[in-house]
Nanobody, 124 residues
């Protein structure tokens, strides 16, 4: 098993930047592919970004492509989400998730491990 703890959320003005971190403990971090999802108030949880075990493959939701960057440091057992040019519609609780099995990278079901979430609020 792996335990995940997100940090780095907060209040930021539109156009600003935030960097989220996801610290992992437990089983070897590099055995998990990682992803970030988000859930806005009253909406379903949605895929944001994915990174493979080695970090060599990444995918992004169209809504964040070119603005967000997912990365990982396996030596530090941490995944990151750098968010630039933030928009009001990026306001949500952001969750990191880990999986060690196959399945669509954008789907919730293959991810067995989730953090508690960190709030990101973008003001105009």
């Amino acid at each position: 098993q792996v335990q995940l703890v997100e940090s780095g959320g907060g209040l930021v003005q539109a156009g600003g930047s935030l960097r989220l971190s996801c610290a992992a403990s437990g089983r070897t971090f590099s055995t998990y592919a990682m992803a970030w999802f988000r859930q806005a108030a009253g909406k379903e949880r949605e895929f944001v970004a994915y990174i493979s075990r080695s970090g060599g493959t990444t995918y992004y939701a169209d809504s964040v492509k070119g603005r967000f960057t997912i990365s990982r440091d396996n030596a530090k057992n941490t995944a990151y989400l750098q968010m630039n040019s933030l928009k009001r519609e990026d306001t949500a609780v952001y969750y990191c998730a880990a999986r060690d099995r196959t399945g669509p990278y954008y789907a919730i079901q293959p991810y067995d491990y989730w953090g508690q979430g960190t709030q990101v609020t973008v003001s105009s």
